[in-house]
């Protein structure tokens, strides 16, 4: 996590939905060569409730703690959904990949 950048992705056409997280050094350089990176998309950001950006941040940063997407009922589905709390499945990947804290 101490080479994460959360940056506005608004002005990267590639990005095509609310948020995205790239993992150095896969394809998916926008720009950053040097960083896992979270693209917000204000274009879609700005337009979302305060529960949605909440959702899609918290999914997006559970990315970049190395959480992959999980199933209905937690952060880390991968469908849109109004949940804004981690899921049980959730907490378990957390405490799988980070068994102190």
Known sequence: MADLLIADGGSHPEINATAEYCIFPLPCDLGVADKDVVFFNNY????????????????????????H?????????????????????????YNYLYPNN
């Open 44 to 67: 879609f950001m700005d337009s979302a409730t305060y529960a949605q950006r909440q959702r899609t941040a918290s999914h997006e940063l559970g990315h970049a703690l190395g959480l």
């Open 69 to 93: 997407h999980s199933y209905w009922g937690n952060i880390l589905y991968p469908i849109r959904t109004s949940q804004t709390y981690l899921g049980v499945q959730d907490i378990k990947d």
